[in-house]
């Protein structure tokens, strides 16, 4: 690629990635709602298949999935400084409003009330990933058994069933099913995944290095939510260490949940909180770079996957199961954002101008705050 393509691309990738987190509120689904609205609808880099296959990889992988997402793209446009530029790029408005608002915490003990912004947004973002599940379904589900992966998943998590076997399930499944003609005895699943528990630490007092390694390994090891990662945290750095209390560690998780960009910047918080500005920045880099050197190890194989009849196969099931667990977990965002009539009124106007209009989501996700922001001082609910 010559010279001046790349830094045509790297600074697109740093516009679009520098805006998105900082809009990007609602969680994994939303963030890859509005990428697919980025990269695919308005900027056409890559088709809604291109964009599933980076997804289903990802789903497969340790660390935040939205966030190894925008490394994906990053390294398909422009390499690794693409990878680089993207990934940080997106990461960075995040930890910024988070490490502020660690040091308001660390004054006040107390969380910023904002709870009117994500009243207003959260309605928005019901419609945005709305219409990434309908236009990143007409690549996923290709024929009748993925069709079957994706509803079995969707009916599978509600009871509670753990997301990486969902995956792993529905891809080998899928790939049996559509290989079945040239299956010539029983098949195995061609990935294994074991779950490697956090070992226990012997650092008994925190330190910028102590954090570090600490985020290091959980973003090694990590598969799962906010929720999941809380889990994590609580037996780290409360039963463990007794470096926070269980309401410290609640605050962070919920500061995480209400800014923008990805939720795992509750490093960022944590690292404030017990080593200071230095702990920030190491637990903001322990927790994200897994992500980065896996995405850059992987990704050149992607390719690989597709030319295999099996694999590509197998990739199916994973990326029609990773429509699934969208849907499930926007079942879920709906329950909690659609809360009285304003709300309500709120999603569906939005849907009908992101399903019938090209509105950009930045100007949505404005919209909603400002509906928010009107609803706090009238007798509007």
Sequence with gaps: MPPAEQNHRLKELASVFLKLGTIAFGGPAAHIAMMNDEVVQRRQWFSNEKL?????????LPGPNSTELAIHIGYERAGWRGLLVAGSCFILPAMLIVWALAALYVRSQAIPQFEWL?????????????????????????????????????????????ELLLLLLAGGLVM???????????????????????????????????????????????????????????????????????QQLLDAIAIGQLTPGPVFTTATFIGYLLAGN??????????????????????????????????????????A????????????????????????????????????LRVNSAWLVLAGAIVGFVAQFTSLV
Excluded: C, H
């Excluded at 965002?333 to 019938?356: E, K, M, P, Q, Y």
């Design 176 to 246: 049996l099913a559509q290989q079945a003609r040239r299956l010539a005895a029983a098949g195995m699943l061609p990935l294994t995944i074991a779950t490697v528990a956090p070992a226990p630490t012997s650092t008994t007092e925190a330190n910028w290095l102590s954090v570090f390694l600490i985020f290091l390994k959980i973003g090694s090891v990590l598969y799962g939510s906010g929720y999941v990662l809380l889990a994590f945290l609580q037996r780290e750095l409360v039963d463990r260490n007794a470096w926070l209390t269980s």
């Design 118 to 162: 994500l009243y207003g947004i959260k309605p928005v973002i019901i419609a945005i990933v709305l219409q990434a599940l309908w236009k990143l379904g007409k690549s996923a589900i290709k024929d009748y058994w993925t069709a079957i992966a994706a509803a079995a998943v969707i009916a599978l998590y509600f009871f509670g069933i753990n």
């Design 278 to 319: 230095a702990g920030a920045i190491a637990g903001t880099i322990g927790i994200f770079l897994p992500a980065f050197l896996l995405v850059g190890i992987v990704n050149p194989w992607v390719p690989r996957l597709r030319r295999s009849r099996w694999l590509s196969s197998f990739l199916n099931g994973v990326n």
């Design 321 to 356: 199961a990773s429509l699934g667990l969208m849907a499930a977990v926007t079942f879920e965002l709906g329950r909690a954002a659609l809360v009285d009539w304003l709300t309500a009124i709120v999603a569906i106007v939005s849907a009908i101008v992101v399903f019938r």
């Design 52 to 60: 599933m296959d980076l997804l289903g990889i990802t789903n497969l």
